[in-house]
């Protein structure tokens, strides 16, 4: 709807359309241009107050307002309105829009626009390094929850004309921004074309939890895919690698979390830390991390079947210290500890950082010797269970390493229940579900292990020095196919 050009009509649409007189943060007041009645229209908290009483001062000042009246709007923004971020909108949608999210609107007697003078401020906190994406050297700045502040971050890495930031509104309610970040020169067209259509056509009331919400909004999976098919990151630094490497960049105002697309499997084994260190480092600890998948998954499911189905065999290669305990038992001990070490890790993360890792340490080892010694659990399975959760530790994504628990839970409960047959009936499922998780745009989950290539499965293997870390041209993945 446009505006009228009756000052009275359009602040009685104003009354009809916000609560300006319920709610306690909307501002309003009735100037004077001189001769010519304005009206003004903003969010309190949103506005850098001495910015905006200079423009309104300079604006009423009778020497800046010699003519008295206001023939022009648009000669008198570009004469009379120097602050750099100002505009005009006709339409009642863009100009609701936009003063809910910040910028302040200037309505001028005889005229269908107003003047959005974007003078906004938000609350919030300082910028520092993200807690689960920790190096010990490098940067130690992070996202936040404001999206400019974000953009600016990836600017200030990323100097080039091409970087290009495109902005959309997503929630009927919310009405959040979103903004699309990528490299004009390198970007895969057909997935940004994609991408930017389903934003506008998303269906959602609000984004609750930021990028989770949208993350789940861009992508549909089914409950037997469990791993993450959009990467996420709070570090500046990653995301700009990711940039650079012709990969799509998706920010979300209120969360400090930024999408990347398109995702592969491998890029959940990678962390900052590789490169802030040497490359035969940061190729040895890159190899550790992804031994350490198949550990995760692996190591106590493989070992109660082989204490529940070949005890004998078992025992004399050292796996099972007393060939007395019954699969029964065992079964139950396994779940016992496998439940207890999921408590202390939950508990662990909710709590204040001060006492939390003094509290999950000594709380195991009391937990545990008690309950070796009440016979509700043993020293092999304590042994095993304390190797795999260092090792779902040491996976760099925390979602990927809880979706390796939950494919672990089920080869235990199977393999508990069902024995070898059991065993190898979820382990076939597992894969079935890793196989056929679904990414945005329909590329390859496995990229560039299928479809092959040798060159960029060498570059996510091993850590390449920095005069070859990226590639002289963009990768190319395949072809773009529907995800949904």
């Known amino acids: 709807m446009a505006l009228s050009t009756s000052l009275q009509e359009n602040i009685r649409y104003i009354q009809e359309h916000l609560p300006v007189k319920a709610s306690f943060d909307l501002m309003t007041r009735n100037l004077y ?18 910015i905006l009483q200079q423009i309104v001062a300079d604006l009423q000042d009778p020497l800046y307002m010699s003519d008295g009246t206001v023939d022009d709007i648009v000669r008198y923004l570009a004469g009379k309105i120097g602050y750099a971020q100002a505009s005009l909108a006709d339409s009642w949608d863009e100009i609701l829009r936009n003063v809910l999210s910040g910028p302040s609107a200037l309505f001028i007697e005889g005229f269908s626009q107003a003047i959005l003078i974007d003078v906004r401020t938000y609350p919030g906190r300082s910028i520092a390094e993200p807690d689960l994406e920790r190096v010990t050297k490098g940067a130690r700045d992070g996202f936040v929850e404001t999206l400019l502040f974000n953009a600016n971050l990836i600017r200030r890495r990323v100097r080039s004309p091409e970087l290009v930031f495109s902005m959309h509104s997503v929630g009927s309610k919310s009405k959040t921004d979103v903004a699309i970040a990528y490299l004009a020169d390198t970007v895969n067209r057909e997935l940004l074309e994609k991408l930017a259509r389903t934003l506008d056509s998303l269906e959602a009331t609000s984004l609750t939890m930021g990028s989770k919400s949208l993350e789940e909004l861009l992508l549909h999976k089914r409950w037997w895919n469990p791993l993450p098919s959009i990467r996420t990151t709070e570090r500046p630094d990653v995301a700009c690698s990711y940039l650079l490497e012709g990969h799509i960049l998706v920010l979300v105002d209120n969360s400090p979390l930024v999408l990347v697309l398109p995702c592969t499997i491998f890029q959940f084994t990678q962390s900052p830390e590789d490169y802030y260190k040497s490359p035969s480092v940061g190729t040895y600890f890159r190899l550790v991390r992804f031994l350490c998948i198949p550990i995760s998954l692996l190591l106590l499911p493989s070992f109660l079947l082989a204490a529940t189905c070949f ?7 050292g796996l099972l210290s007393d060939s007395s305990l019954t699969w029964q038992r065992l079964f139950f001990y396994v779940l016992a500890v496998e439940f207890l070490l999921d408590l202390f890790k939950y508990s662990s993360s909710l709590n204040s950082g001060k006492f939390s890792g003094s509290l999950s340490i000594v709380g195991g080892l009391i937990i545990g010797d008690i309950a070796v010694s009440l016979n509700w659990a043993s020293v092999d399975v304590l042994f095993y269970a304390a190797v795999t959760l260092l090792s779902s530790l040491a996976i760099a994504d925390v979602e990927f390493s809880d979706a390796i628990r939950l494919y672990r839970i089920l080869l235990l409960l199977a393999t508990g229940l069902f024995r070898l047959p059991g065993f190898l009936v979820s382990l076939a499922l597992t894969l079935l579900s890793i196989a056929t998780t679904p990414t945005f745009g329909g590329f390859s989950y496995f990229w560039p292990l299928v479809p092959f290539n040798r060159k960029a499965l060498g570059r996510l293997l091993f850590r390449s020095p920095t005069p070859k870390a990226q590639p002289s041209t963009i990768w190319n993945r395949g072809k773009l196919h529907d995800s949904d």
């Open 33 to 50: 241009l001189g001769e010519t009645p304005a009206f003004f229209l903003g969010v309190n908290g949103f506005c850098k107050t001495e």
């Open 311 to 317: 005890p004998d065999f078992a025992g004399e290669i």
